[in-house]
Each structure stands twice: as C-alpha cells, then as structure tokens.
C-alpha cells in the first residue's frame, strides 16, 4: 500500500510539474474615458480588509504586476493618487464526491474508503479498476475582483472578475495569473464570461 502511494503522489507532482499556464473565466465592465491614460494609483482597503493588514499585503503584491502592466504607476503620495484599486480574493474548498450521487454509483455499487477525511486521492474496490487510486471532485474554486475608482470623485471606471478552479489552491501562482487575465480587457469592458489563459510564473525568492 506504501509504495503505491508513493506511486500516486509522484503522478500528482508530475503533473503538477507540467502546468505552464491557467485558464480563467473573466467578466469585465469598463466606464474608462477613451481619452484618459492610465496614471498613479494607490490601494484602498476596505475596514474588513485593513483587520488583516498581512494578508491583504500579499494579495496587492499578487495583483500589482497586473495593475502596473496596464499602464498605471505606484503613487508617491495615496492622497493624491490618480485612480484607487480595490480587491477580493477567495479560494473555496469544495468536495463532491462522485458516490454522494446516487446515479453516478447505482444501488449494486459499494462506496470507496476515502484516503483522509478531505483527500481527493481515494482508495477502494473499484468498480471498474479494482483495487487501486482514483479521484474524487475534491478540488478548489478560485475568484478574483478588482475595482478601478477616480480618486476625487470614487466614480467606478474599471470592474473586472476571474474565476478558475483546480485540484490545488496554488495561490502563490493562480492569483497574479488571475488578476492579470482581470486586466487583460483594460481599458474595455467584456461582461459576457469568456475565458482568458495566462502563462504562469514562478514567484520569486526574496
């Protein structure tokens, strides 16, 4: 049993190894004046957000090689930034195990035994495998937002949401993607969903 899980985890961080890029659905609404250049900005963040200063740190860092790709540029002084950017960020833990669906197993079937309380790597007698790993729907649902203001008069300009999902959270790579595939309508707007593939990158060390 040992070494066919040692087996198994090799196969998932072998293919994890291999994902070069993401694919996100982003949605997009734009009111930026076709005339105006993208200047300074400065993050706003909401009180929620200021109770947890460390996270919403990473996540600007996350986001502002997309912000700073657009055009616009960190403001010296916030009070006189040109545009605020606010963002939100969510990665969700979802588990719909296949046998929690009485049409996917039918009555003959027996359930698996799951490997840990959460895992999406399972094992049991299989239907049609015998003995042996097999997945579940365990996996993580990721979103994105970003909201684009004119500082002096908070007129929304800019609004765009990304969406992705996987079998690992990969914040540290899946979310500069994904604020990057947020921008990538800017200075237009999308509101249909439609999907946008971002390469990844690595984060660097510091």
């Known amino acids: 049993m040992r070494s066919l899980l040692s087996v198994a985890v090799l196969v998932v961080l072998g293919g994890c190894a291999t994902l070069r890029d993401l694919s996100s659905d982003v949605s997009s609404f734009s009111r930026w004046p076709s005339e ?39 403001a010296a002084d916030p009070g006189r930034a040109d545009v605020t950017v606010t ?3 969510r990665i969700t833990p979802v588990d719909r195990l296949p046998f929690n669906d009485p049409f996917w197993w039918g009555p003959a079937f027996r359930q698996p035994f799951a490997y840990g309380p959460r895992s999406r790597l399972l094992w049991g007698p299989g239907w049609y495998t015998g003995w042996g ?21 908070g007129q929304p300009l800019y609004e ?19 604020f990057r595939a947020a921008m990538q309508d800017f200075p237009g707007g999308a509101p249909d969903p439609h999907p946008v593939t971002i390469e990844l990158r690595q984060p660097s060390q510091s």
Do not use: K, N
């Open 36 to 74: 105006r250049r993208p200047a300074s900005y400065a993050f706003e963040r909401l009180p929620s957000q200021q109770a947890q200063p460390e996270q919403q740190h990473q996540l600007e860092e996350a986001a502002r090689p997309a912000i700073e790709a657009a055009g616009f540029t960190p």
């Open 87 to 89: 963002l939100g960020a």
């Open 133 to 153: 790993p097999r997945w579940s729907d365990y996996g993580y649902q990721r979103e994105v937002v970003l909201l684009i203001r004119d500082r002096e008069s």
């Open 160 to 178: 765009a949401r990304a969406s992705s999902d996987g079998y690992v959270p990969m914040a540290a790579t899946a979310l500069p993607a994904m």
